[in-house]
C-alpha cells in the first residue's frame, strides 16, 4: 500500500512539474493542454485528470502553490494582517497585493480564472471574510458577509482578468500602480460601507 500511494505521490509531483515548466515557457495559457502536459510529465494522459481531476483544477492549484510562495516571500502581507489598522484599510492593502500578484502571473490567470469563478468551493478561499465581518461587527449577518466577501473577491478578479477591455472602455488602467490602488479602494467602500 505504502508503494503505490509513493507512486502516486511522485506521478502527482511529476505532472506539476510539467504544467509548471509549460506554464512558465508560454505567451498564452491555452498553449498547455493536457496532453501537452501529459506528453512534458512522461506520463498516460488521463492520469492528468485522474489525479487532478482538469487541467484547469491542476494549474489552479499550481497557482495556490505559487500564491503561498509569493505570500511567504513577503512580509509586508503578514505585517498588514497584524496591524492595528481597520479591517477595511487591511482589505485594501491586501486586494492591492493580490491584484498586483495575478497580473504579475496573468498567464496563470488566464488559464483557472472561469475554473475559479464558476466551479471552486465556496467554502473555501474566502480570506477577505474575517476582515468583512470584523467591519461590520455584528450589523450584518453571516450569511450577508459572505455574500460580501465573495462579491468583492470575484469582482476584482473579473476586473484583473478583463484589464485590458477595462483599460479600453473606461480608462482603468490595472497595470498602472495608482490606477490599481484607485481602483482597490474605491471597490473596496462600495462594498464596505460604514
Do not use: W
Not at 79 to 97: A, M, N, Q, T, V
Not at 157 to 166: C, G, I, K, T
Amino acid at each position: 500500500m505504502e508503494t503505490k500511494k509513493l507512486k502516486a505521490d511522485l506521478a502527482k509531483e511529476k505532472i506539476k512539474k510539467a504544467a509548471a515548466k509549460l506554464m512558465a515557457e508560454c505567451e498564452n495559457a491555452s498553449e498547455v493542454t493536457t496532453r501537452a502536459i501529459a506528453k512534458e510529465a512522461g506520463v498516460q494522459l488521463a492520469m492528468v485528470n485522474y489525479y487532478f481531476g482538469s487541467r484547469e483544477e491542476l494549474l489552479f492549484c499550481l497557482f495556490q502553490d505559487l500564491s503561498r510562495e509569493q505570500f511567504q516571500e513577503c512580509p509586508q502581507v503578514y505585517e498588514i494582517i497584524k496591524s492595528e489598522c481597520p479591517p477595511k484599510d487591511k482589505l485594501k492593502k491586501i486586494h492591492f497585493y493580490m491584484i498586483t500578484m495575478m497580473l504579475d502571473n496573468y498567464v496563470y490567470m488566464q488559464a483557472v480564472l472561469g475554473h475559479v469563478l464558476l466551479h471552486r468551493d465556496l467554502s473555501q478561499g474566502l480570506n477577505s471574510l474575517p476582515f468583512v465581518i470584523e467591519h461590520y461587527k455584528g450589523r450584518k449577518t453571516e450569511q450577508e458577509c459572505k455574500l460580501i466577501s465573495y462579491e468583492m473577491s470575484s469582482t476584482m478578479q473579473l476586473a484583473v482578468y478583463r484589464h485590458e477591455a477595462l483599460k479600453e472602455f473606461c480608462g482603468l488602467n490595472l497595470l498602472d500602480e495608482v490606477g490599481r490602488k484607485k481602483f482597490v479602494d474605491e471597490q473596496i467602500d462600495l462594498f464596505l460601507k460604514d
